[in-house]
């Protein structure tokens, strides 16, 4: 009987994933707006359209950042559209800084896109946090008058 519900549910993922697709592979791709962003055009496009807001959009690119090794130039080096200062601003440092880190060329857009914040912006919005924000922000964000936690951009491990 066991053997019975175990073929069931392996055909079952047949149907729902693609032959030779594991549930891993497949989730991974996804998101609950279809296939995550795989690129930071795609994001402000996104965002830019209604489609998805820019906290869950930017997590998604995250993802498939980290997972696609092979594209990770690609996924940084079009520039996007505008959007307003803030989040300009936030596009540019996550290329330049997500270059850095990996040892990417920094895309040349990021130097011009996103200087229209006038009045730093503080991430998590608390008085007493701006201090440790200020100290750890790293030096892409930072230049752009952006105050993050240094691991901003991390995401959980699959």
């Known amino acids: 009987m066991i053997g019975a519900v175990r073929w069931k549910f392996l055909c079952y993922k047949q149907i729902i994933y693609g032959r030779g697709k594991t549930y891993n592979s497949v989730e991974r791709d996804l998101s609950l707006f279809g296939k995550k962003p795989e690129t930071l055009r795609e994001v402000v496009r996104r965002v830019g359209t209604g489609e998805q807001k820019f906290d869950p959009s930017l997590r998604e690119f995250l993802d498939s950042f980290y997972v696609n090794i092979n594209s990770r130039q ?35 857009w990021s130097e011009t896109h996103g200087n229209g914040l006038r009045e730093p912006f503080f991430a998590g919005g608390l008085q007493s946090f701006k201090g440790v924000l200020v100290a750890e922000s790293p030096t892409a964000f930072r230049r752009r008058l952006l105050f993050v936690s240094k691991d901003a951009l991390s995401r959980p491990r699959m």
């Open 74 to 108: 690609q996924a940084i080096d079009q520039r996007p559209a505008s959007i307003d200062a803030v989040h300009d601003a936030y596009v540019a440092a996550v290329a330049e800084h997500l270059a850095r880190v990996y040892g990417l060329a920094i895309p040349e």
